[in-house]
């Protein structure tokens, strides 16, 4: 069983900054650059991209970037991390061949060094069918040596194992699941069910959005605005109703002389999953590489457990996620 350290997530880069605000190339990129080089000298060891982040003009430009700094990075320790990517499986990718050409270009702006490739979400609540025809033709890309692993994302703990089972039956591994979980999301028996699953079949347990999209880094007395209209809407909503458990984050994030980012990476460590942290900042890869060096004890996971559970408000969820 792999290590649960910590994984990068490049998905908001291609949000935030290029699809919402326009596409600022060079200091934006020379930053990014620094930000991947950074996180995966501190031990960051996997990277998670999508083919869907970006649109339009822009669409797989997440992907593109991450290509061009791969390029870069000397094969020693290209070996040592997971290059993941997300294929969205919109409603025309269909049929056990629908995901091969997301495939080929995904693979091609990722310069051939994907070593992870994921279903992006469940099409089981409007298309249960498609589902295990993606799967099967992502098991054929296994079954050519053209992939090394799969993975599934927005998958509940039925789906998970039906069809992990399934693919099971034709002698190939899934690999891994990603869901939302973070001391935001809403608190449900199917998180244990999965982590169950995980546990039981080594199945790497993989956390996105562990943030809260950084809602969980915000003082308790602070109110920022932040610079996307849907952000600001969130973080509205959202701040005022937290304020009791960012405080108890605040005063664990003192005794350790850390961060809040800190605290509520090692909440999700201490769940056992592996957080998928969005960091567009050298400073935040240092920061989220730090979570690494300590750990909650049973009494502070509890605590945040108990406030999480009173907390009123919560991330909204991916509407496609399976039972
Ligand atoms: N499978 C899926 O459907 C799915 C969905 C969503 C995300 N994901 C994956 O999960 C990754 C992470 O999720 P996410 O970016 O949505 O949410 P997140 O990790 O919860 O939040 C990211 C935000 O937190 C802030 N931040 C990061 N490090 C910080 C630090 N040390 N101190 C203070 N603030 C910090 C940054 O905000 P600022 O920009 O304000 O600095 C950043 O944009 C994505 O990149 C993607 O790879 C997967």
């Known amino acids: 069983m792999k290590k649960r350290k910590i994984g990068i997530g490049f998905g908001t880069w291609?949000?935030?900054?290029?699809?919402?605000w326009g596409y600022e190339a060079e200091t934006d990129d020379i930053l990014l650059k620094k930000t991947f080089f950074d996180a995966i000298d501190r031990?960051?060891?996997l990277v998670d991209s999508a083919d869907s982040y970006g649109t339009g003009s822009l669409f797989g430009q997440g992907?593109?970037?991450i290509g061009d700094f791969l390029e870069e990075l000397p094969k020693r320790k290209l070996k040592k991390i997971t290059i993941a990517t997300k294929l969205a499986p919109f409603p025309w990718r269909i049929g056990r061949n629908g995901l091969n050409?997301?495939?080929q270009e995904s693979n091609q702006r990722l310069q051939g060094k994907m070593t992870r490739v994921q279903l992006h979400w469940s099409t089981f609540?409007?298309?249960?069918?498609?589902?295990?025809q993606l799967l099967n033709g992502l098991g054929d890309l296994y079954e050519k040596g053209l992939i090394k692993e799969i993975g599934l994302s927005n998958t509940g703990p039925k789906r998970l194992n039906f069809l992990y089972q399934k693919m099971k039956d034709r002698g190939i591994k899934i690999n891994s699941i990603q869901v939302q979980l973070s001391l935001l999301t809403k608190p449900s028996l199917e998180d244990e069910n999965i982590k169950n699953i995980c546990d039981e079949n080594e199945i790497e347990y993989l956390a996105y959005s562990p943030l809260g999209l950084g809602?969980?880094?915000i003082p308790p007395n602070k109110y920022p605005k932040p610079k996307t209209f849907l952000r600001q809407k969130l973080f509205q909503r959202i701040l005022p109703k937290t304020i009791e458990l960012r405080t108890l984050i605040a005063n664990i994030s003192k005794k350790y002389s850390a961060s809040q980012a800190q605290v509520a990476l090692n909440w999700v460590r201490s769940h056992g999953a592996k957080p998928i942290v969005g960091i567009r900042t050298p400073f935040q890869a240092k920061d989220a590489s730090s979570a690494l060096n300590w750990s909650l004890t049973k009494s502070e996971k509890e605590?945040?457990?108990?406030y999480r559970k009173k907390c009123i408000a919560n991330m909204p969820q991916n509407p496609f996620t399976s039972p």
């Open 14 to 20: 291609a949000w935030g900054n290029k699809l919402v």
């Open 63 to 65: 992907e593109k970037l």
């Open 215 to 217: 809602i969980l880094t």
């Open 303 to 306: 605590s945040l457990d108990f």
């Open 125 to 132: 609540r409007y298309a249960p069918w498609q589902e295990e």
């Open 43 to 45: 031990g960051l060891d």
């Open 101 to 103: 050409k997301a495939f």
